[in-house]
């Protein structure tokens, strides 16, 4: 499309995810604007085009998908019909910004993987938007400097204050170790091949049948060691920080020492207690580059084969968590569409 055209956004799914990503196009970014919302609660689709200036409001992506004013997509909706958006997107040749997961298992995943490579050209950006956080890039533009050495060992936290209602211990890793799943592969630029699941004591306060925390260790094609703790009920914040040790020092990120305060005998400072609190800007950038690089004809950010190497780590994380033990990912060679 020409530079200069404002892009045709369809978003589909308008929970919390999609409703604020909607906010985000109408509202912070430029050169775009939301013409479709597809929800399958219609009274929520049309609460959120109605606020989104009028736009049209559907309960079916396929007639959203084939309107004449949708130049691009935004897939917010539940994992589980990623799948069939993505493949109606695809038929229509649209560049599609997915939030993550790309699919809930490798199986789907692969069949959206070769709906891609049919078209012979990228159309799917996944939505692993630590890529885009300030703190993660400066870790990763350090890592390729190659200062510190080469990574040895990298350390990742993620605590969230409560799980969502109805979650099980597999959407741990499947949903939220998925981040630390696709940071390590670029932060070190190695494949996963191995998923070891260990089960520390659950903590009282997770959900009844629920395995909280886990720690996951992860290892490499290129030998790096990576350790994952995954705590989704700590009851105190949102922290997500990661280490990493190389041969001549460390570098950590996820502090969330923005500003500390001294008073009264006392230091300290605040802690997120959301998702969207402590990754605002890096959605804002990720949501900014897919634009820019849809209106420029380009394709940028995490591919589709991201988000299959995600999904096929997961899987082999989930069978480690329900079966003991370690287990090797099941990975093919990467496609020559995504380098």
Request: hydrophobic share 45%; with cysteine; charged share 25%.
């Amino acid at each position: 499309m020409a530079r200069s055209s404002t892009l045709n956004v369809a978003v589909i799914g308008v929970g919390r995810m999609g409703a604020d990503h909607v906010r985000r196009i109408q509202e912070v970014v430029s050169g775009a604007r939301v013409s479709a919302v597809v929800d399958a609660d219609a009274e929520r689709a049309s609460a959120v085009a109605a606020r989104a200036g009028g736009c049209a409001a559907y309960t079916d992506p396929a007639a959203a998908l084939a309107a004449a004013d949708v130049d691009a997509v935004l897939v917010a909706s539940s994992s589980p019909a990623h799948e069939a958006a993505l493949l109606a997107a695809l038929a229509h040749d649209l560049p599609v910004l997915c939030e993550k997961p790309l699919t809930p298992d490798p199986a789907s995943a692969l069949r959206v993987l070769e709906a891609e490579q049919r078209l012979g050209r990228r159309r799917i950006q996944v939505g692993f938007m630590r890529r885009y956080d300030p703190e993660y890039l400066r870790l990763e533009q350090l890592l390729r400097t190659g200062r510190l050495g080469r990574p040895l060992l990298l350390h990742h936290r993620h605590r969230n204050v409560a799980a969502p209602p109805g979650w099980a211990g597999e959407l741990l890793i499947s949903d939220s170790l998925v981040h630390e799943m696709d940071v390590t592969r670029w932060l070190l630029g190695q494949e996963i091949t191995a998923v070891t699941v260990l089960r520390p004591t659950p903590s009282r306060d997770a959900p009844d049948g629920m395995q909280d925390p886990q720690f996951v260790v992860l290892e490499t094609d290129g030998g790096v060691i990576a350790d994952a703790e995954i705590f989704v009920n700590c009851g105190f914040g949102y922290q997500v920080q990661a280490e990493a040790v190389c041969e001549r020092g460390t570098a950590r990120v996820g502090d969330g020492h923005a500003m500390v305060t001294q008073t009264a005998g006392r230091w300290g400072g605040t802690i997120a207690q959301d998702y969207l609190e402590r990754f605002e800007d890096a959605y804002d950038r990720e949501l900014r580059a897919w634009i820019d690089s849809v209106r420029h004809g380009t394709a940028t950010g995490p591919t589709a084969w991201d988000g299959y190497a995600a999904a096929a780590v997961s899987a082999a994380g989930v069978r480690s968590l329900t079966e003991g033990g370690r287990v090797e990912v099941e990975l093919p060679e990467r496609p020559a569409l995504y380098g």
